[in-house]
């Protein structure tokens, strides 16, 4: 299985200024034949489904505020929310779908500081 | 419009069999894969099997393999998730969600509203 690490746990990030999360992956998730990688990032709001927000690491699903940014290559990736605003509180997820099991990363909590 | 109309909640005692459901409206329910997801009270998200309904080609995480039975009936565009015999350590919200992709290899990009299970003697 191919294991997603995500970090930190949590931040605390002030309005306006930059949040940065972290997600690892136990072996590379590129996929040669195409040169994509086979990753996407959720968020989950409290009592509700996840979201897609990116895809194939930096695609932005379409809907999704340009305030959200994938990149990274391989085995190391980064969403980064470039202005947090309030309604961006969540739990954020990073997947893998390149092998099964597709396997999430454990989540990293952002809130307002 | 795209949906993933999932049922009701539950409640059971442990050792009683359950089966869940996901109905798919709005797409051709036969060409995408629909997965289905556990998060248990306060956790993250764990990956438990997909299942592809124009075939019932199916994938089970190692997790799970063995604890669950997915299945589909795609005369009803309708995904199972179903248990024999549950456990306290059952209780959780289950989600399905279909991929984007004609592909399992594809991020999730409709979910259901999930599904709370919980399982008390």
């Known amino acids: 299985d191919i294991v997603m690490t995500q970090s930190p746990d949590s931040l605390a990030v002030s309005l306006g200024e930059r949040a940065t999360i972290n997600c690892k992956s136990s072996?590379?998730?590129?996929?040669?034949?195409?040169?994509?990688?086979?990753l996407a990032w959720y968020q989950q709001k409290p009592g509700q489904p996840p979201k897609v927000l990116i895809y194939w690491a930096s695609t932005r699903e379409s809907g999704v505020p340009d305030r959200f940014s994938g990149s990274g290559s391989g085995t190391d990736f980064t969403l980064t929310i470039s202005s947090l605003q309030a309604e961006d509180v969540a739990v954020y997820y990073c997947?893998?779908?390149?092998?099964?099991?597709?396997?999430f990363g454990g989540g990293t909590k952002v809130e307002i500081k | 419009e795209v949906q993933l109309v999932q049922s009701g909640a539950e409640v059971k005692k442990p050792g009683e069999s359950l089966k869940i459901s996901c109905k798919g409206s709005?797409?051709?329910?036969?060409?995408?894969?629909i997965g289905w997801v556990r998060q248990m009270p306060g956790k993250g998200l764990e990956w438990m099997g997909i299942?592809?309904?124009?075939?019932?080609?199916?994938r089970y995480s190692p997790s799970f393999q063995g604890q669950v039975t997915i299945s589909a009936d795609k005369s009803i565009s309708t995904a199972y998730l179903q248990w024999s015999s549950l456990k306290a350590s059952d209780t959780a919200i289950y989600y399905c969600a279909k991929t984007w992709g004609y592909s399992y290899g594809s991020q999730f990009d409709y979910w259901g509203q999930g599904t709370l299970v919980t399982v008390s003697s």
């Open positions: 997947q893998q779908y390149y092998s099964t099991p597709l396997t």
């Open positions: 709005g797409y051709s329910f036969t060409n995408y894969w």
């Open positions: 299942i592809y309904p124009g075939d019932s080609d199916t």
């Open positions: 072996q590379s998730v590129l996929y040669s034949s195409n040169d994509k990688n086979y």
